[in-house]
């Protein structure tokens, strides 16, 4: 039979080099996530300030047999994977860069599909985590969306669920801007001061967490009332194991 766990492991990355409006927005979905049961999720959370990302420098030595999946460079990228591989649900918090995610992240995510496939030695291992993405940027049209697709696309490469917020608030995920301002508590003061704006943003980080962290227990609870011979396929090992 598969495994019976029925807790939830939600991890929380904040993507940002420093703490400040992705920590504050990513608070707001955690705390929703914890609030779907109390006894059974817990939460974790990382942040990329001060940590060390060497991009992939394509050697393929994961692929190696003797090396496990493991990659050869070694900074913070290790424990982060090891986060990621544990928990059942992924919150993404992070500023908008350059129109999409900021660097240090994006050696994360490369890293992170070219090794944990070799780790878990399957073809096309299925993960089935929830996905959910919550970018900030200083303007109101400032790449949002398109950090959000980029995070989902991550997740549907990665074999994961992607799930969004409520809308109206939230299509995709949820996006917030701070008015052009730079200060790191931007948007906290604002939603402080009632900005509607602000408000929305809250408001989507909120029903964000919640929903990835619902979805993540009906998978968990379909997994636990699964019969493991309904999938002679070794690629779903990752979720059954986990």
């Known amino acids: 039979m598969s495994n019976k766990r029925t807790n939830i492991k939600v991890l929380g990355i904040s993507g940002s080099p420093r ?22 999720v817990s939460i974790d959370s990382y942040s990329f300030k001060g940590k060390k990302f060497g991009p992939c420098v394509a050697c393929f030595k994961c692929g190696e047999e003797k090396t ?48 944990v496939k070799k780790i878990r030695n399957v073809p096309a291992p299925k993960f089935m ?23 989902l696309h991550h997740a549907v490469l990665m074999n994961c669920i992607p799930v969004s917020g409520d809308g109206w608030q939230s299509y995709l995920g949820a996006a917030g801007w701070t008015e052009a301002q730079r200060d790191r508590d931007s948007i906290g003061k604002l939603y402080g001061a009632s900005d509607r704006d602000a408000n929305i943003a809250v408001q989507a980080a909120g029903s964000l967490g919640q929903r990835v962290t619902e979805m993540a227990f009906i998978i968990r609870q379909g997994i636990a009332n699964v019969d493991t011979t309904f999938f002679p396929d070794k690629s779903y090992t990752p979720v059954l194991e986990i």
């Open 19 to 40: 703490i400040g409006n992705s920590s504050y927005l990513l608070s707001i979905a955690l705390q929703a996530a914890q609030k779907v049961n109390n006894e059974l």
């Open 68 to 115: 496990y999946g493991e990659c050869t460079i070694k900074d913070d990228f290790q424990k982060l994977r090891d986060k990621w591989l544990e928990a059942d649900a992924i919150i993404y918090a992070v500023p908008v860069y350059h129109l999409s995610i900021p660097g240090q992240m994006k050696c994360f995510i490369d890293r992170l599909g070219n090794t």
């Open 129 to 151: 985590k929830t996905v959910g993405a919550i970018a900030q940027g200083m303007h109101f049209f400032a790449g949002q969306e398109l950090t959000i697709s980029f995070i």
